[in-house]
């Protein structure tokens, strides 16, 4: 190519995502990882997706396959209805929107949202996949605090008090990345500061589904409707190959959001809509769930306890009661991506923690460990080979 | 909602696509209908999805369900190598990337090459998913006339010349919404002046597959590689509703819309994919392509001789040699909204081609007709309608 392409000065905002470009490092043969962030294959309900696939040409027949309205399939709009209940939204089937994985509705926000220089304010750490999604709209990032407990209020009011920001972007059950789950009574806090200030607050809800323990806590989305964009997915409960998302919006942001879409893809796959909306209409995701979750209790028990055995006592970390995800820190100055690269001689593998934060230079003390994709003894083996690197002094 | 939600500025660009709109005034039952733009449900291959499905759970298994690399599913680009070579393009696996339908790399397009008041060259009258995809993020336009050979390379020149535009881009073949067809020779002429002038081509090519008549001719792709951004479309060959895009780009295009892709949706239906890798691969789509042909044939030659038959000499329309549409055009001063209008009352539609170009006030005396989706017998009676509604001075 013997000219320049005359790109765009946002691509100068749009970095490879860091994480991504560790996946490629980690997925050596012979490598234990607990650097993932996908569910596991045996969640897959493999079992069923022919039966689904013969119901769905069977009822559909070739309105599986045209064109669709940007805002969803009508069939699983409608199914949703009932499954948002279960989570506490009410909503009717015209409010519920689909997208290409909840991915194409953090897209869709930043491209409605977000001029050069807008201030956005986000939980450091935070989903790095939001981040990406952002980035290319150039804004400015306002972090807040944790901690335990997720997104701590005051730092909120803090941020809203004194910054315009577009909107507040939180990850408040089971957080990619560290687990953390923000309890009801901080909540009730958050939606008042929120309501107060009239802001928007983007909640990305992927993980609640998976609970291992405990009871649910009410969605922001149920607590103040008008002012929450509410997003899912189904590719934790589901198939993520199949890119399905769900969103629920006030008017006339929800409009705002179509309208992007439709300039985006036009629509998400029609076929892959109408499998979701069998599996789910059909009563195989109830049935499904709960062997999803008999899947990964186990994992994240045997992660648990070999931290609590292995682990030294200057390391502290997160005891979610669901998700895919627990968050650990080591002493204040610990270089935990040093510590990663030691590991990965030793063919064992995480995420340092300080990828999560979209500032550099914070949280170089932390780590990610996924529980997901390894069985109960490599999950066990891992945290040691973990804990000997640490010793050791790395 | 007691708040205003503080939406981007360019959201002022973003408004409704006027042909989706005027779509659904057609959708009314009775109507008969040469408005829309989309394949006859009976091109799809309903009979043989089943057996893909079977195929694809048996010879990937949970790989078909799970996330998947941002650039494709690996299989499918390398089943699309031959796809490709038939079409004159030379290429390598890794360098065919797989968006969700063509419209996700036209969004990935206008992300990474297109700042606020930048200007590119598009065709008058142009693909208007085109628009919506660029519209976001505040191009300007400039239009290029063309004749009943499509795009006018000295009107390229002037262009080209006189303004530095970020990309030029064109629907060569069967184009939508004409059916013009950019011959051999001109295409050269413009390959000269794009090389000429260091462009970027934008080479959508969604209908080449669908000709009728005549022998096909080169893609712009194949005759300057490192100039041109192909993408064509499973959507006419296939099934649009699995939304299924291909792309070719020369690096480093292709390493920035690969990273624009992976903030947009991670990656497109990987199930889908791995049904158009067993479709393309399996030699399905080499016998489904010529019931394709036979199918829309009969279609367009019914168009043609009702047009023949029944519409006022001043009249002049599209010979297109394939695709799925035909351009009419009145004599100077004629309103063809308002033909539309009266037609619509005689339950009849087409679209307005006014609608078809980037700035208002151009292109009223000028009609769009699809024959995809009616039978021949409601095609010659729509025709005769309009051309009733013509004579009596609408």
Tied chains: 1, 2.
Excluded at 262 to 279: M, P, R, V, W
Excluded at 286 to 292: A, N, T, Y
Aim: aromatic residues 10%; contains cysteine.
């Amino acid at each position: 190519m013997n000219y320049e392409p005359p790109f765009a000065p946002r691509t100068k905002n749009m970095g490879a995502n860091m994480i991504r470009e560790i996946l490629k490092v980690v997925s050596q043969p012979g490598m234990t990882s607990l650097a993932g962030g996908i569910p596991a294959p045996e969640s897959f309900p493999l079992d069923i997706i022919k039966e689904l696939t013969d119901i769905v040409l069977q009822k559909y027949s070739w309105r599986a396959l045209q064109y669709d309205p940007t805002e969803g399939f009508t069939p699983l709009r409608e199914a949703l209805v009932a499954y948002l209940e279960k989570k506490g939204i009410k909503t009717a089937a015209a409010e519920i929107c689909i997208s290409s994985g909840s991915q194409g509705v953090l897209d869709a926000i930043g491209k409605i949202f977000i001029s050069k220089g807008d201030t956005i304010a986000v939980e450091a750490p935070t989903y790095l996949g939001a981040i990406s999604a952002f980035n290319p709209y150039e804004p400015r990032y306002v972090c807040m605090e944790m901690d335990e407990d997720g997104l701590i209020p005051d730092e909120l009011e803090k941020v809203l008090n004194n910054t315009k920001v577009k909107f507040v972007y939180l990850v408040p059950t089971f957080q990619n990345p560290t687990g953390r789950t923000i309890p009801l009574e901080r909540r009730r806090k958050i939606v008042a500061l929120v309501e107060k200030y009239n802001a928007i607050l983007i909640e990305d809800d992927p993980y609640s589904a998976l609970r291992y323990r405990g009871e649910p806590i009410p969605t922001f989305k149920s607590m103040s409707p008008d002012h929450v964009v509410y997003t899912t997915t189904l590719s934790k409960v589901f198939a993520p190959g199949l890119r399905i998302g769900i969103y629920v919006a006030p008017e006339p942001i929800r409009r705002w959001l179509v309208t992007a879409k439709q300039g985006i893809d036009l629509h998400s796959s029609t076929f892959n809509q109408a499998l979701a909306c069998e599996y789910i209409s059909g009563g195989y995701l109830d049935r499904q769930l709960p062997k999803i979750i008999n899947l990964y209790k186990p994992k994240q028990e045997a992660m648990l306890s070999a931290l609590e055995k292995y682990f030294p006592a200057e390391y502290s970390w997160s005891k979610p009661e669901g998700g895919m995800f627990i968050w650990a820190e080591g002493p204040k100055g610990a270089d935990l991506v040093k510590l990663y690269w030691k590991c990965i001689e030793r063919k064992t593998a995480f995420v340092p923690g300080k990828y999560f934060y979209p500032h550099p230079n914070q949280g170089l003390e932390t780590m990610r460990l996924n529980y997901t994709m390894s069985d109960e003894g490599n999950i066990e083996g891992a945290i040691k080979t973990i804990s000997e690197v640490i010793a050791s002094g790395f």
